[in-house]
T-cell receptor, first 112, second 112 residues
Framework: QKEVEQDPGPLSVPEGAIVSLNCTYS??????FMWYRQYSRKGPELLMY????GNKEDGRFTAQVDKSSKYISLFIRDSQPSDSATYLC????????????FGTGTRLQVFP | DSGVTQTPKHLITATGQRVTLRCSPR?????VYWYQQSLDQGLQFLIQ???????AKGNILERFSAQQFPDLHSELNLSSLELGDSALYFC???????????FGPGTRLTVT
């Protein structure tokens, strides 16, 4: 079993829809949670960074962390065709390493 | 643009050869990370350097090595290349440990 599970999609939604992307994880030591957006053949771009549990909002993006359920989510409001990309969740644990453990990514397609 | 630069963008080489990938972190960032992204394995952490010292190792093969120089740029050396080493190699940097990691555009390596 992988440490981080993410539905690969693809997820296809109409412009303006609310998108929900999710990851589950098994390692209770994870304390830092991130969402990256990756366009085809480009480097991952950091969207959201949260520590421990709770919600964080930035513009049209909201990240939620539920450590009791080992479940994190990214919501995109008023989705745009420019949001079409692969979304990767990533996590790291407290301790002496900063390595990020990534989900496999969910491919999102927003059509006009 | 994350501020992290990587060269070259593309590299095509033959099995058994050796290549060097270069990364310049964002100005002021002391920590450099290398990741490998392949279709079957997703994004995998390879190695981390902080201010010139190796800090953490992930699933990095013995044929691979890296270093961080006094000017903080980093190089990833891949030797005795195999077809399975074909992948995208990303460098990321952060200002300190446990901080946000920003990714470069990547180097696409094709081994023929």
């Amino acid at each position: 079993q992988k440490e981080v599970e993410q539905d690969p999609g693809p997820l296809s939604v109409p412009e303006g829809a609310i998108v929900s992307l999710n990851c589950t994880y098994s390692n209770s030591a994870f304390q830092y949670f991130m969402w990256y957006r990756q366009y085809s053949r480009k480097g991952p771009e950091l969207l959201m960074y949260t520590y421990s549990s709770g919600n964080k909002e930035d513009g049209r993006f909201t990240a939620q962390v539920d450590k009791s359920s080992k479940y994190i989510s990214l919501f995109i409001r008023d989705s745009q065709p420019s949001d079409s990309a692969t979304y990767l969740c990533a996590m790291s644990a407290l301790g002496d390493t900063d390595k990020l453990i990534f989900g496999t990514g969910t491919r999102l397609q927003v059509f006009p | 643009d994350s501020g992290v630069t990587q060269t070259p963008k593309h590299l095509i080489t033959a099995t058994g050869q050796r290549v060097t990938l270069r990364c310049s972190p964002r100005s002021g960032d002391l920590s450099v990370y290398w990741y490998q992204q392949s279709l079957d394995q997703g994004l995998q952490f390879l190695i981390q350097y902080y201010n010139g010292e190796e800090r953490a190792k992930g699933n990095i093969l013995e044929r691979f090595s890296a270093q961080q120089f006094p000017d903080l740029h980093s190089e990833l050396n891949l030797s005795s290349l195999e077809l399975g080493d074909s992948a995208l190699y990303f460098c990321a940097s952060s200002v300190a440990e446990k901080a946000r990691q920003y990714f470069g555009p990547g180097t696409r390596l094709t081994v023929t």
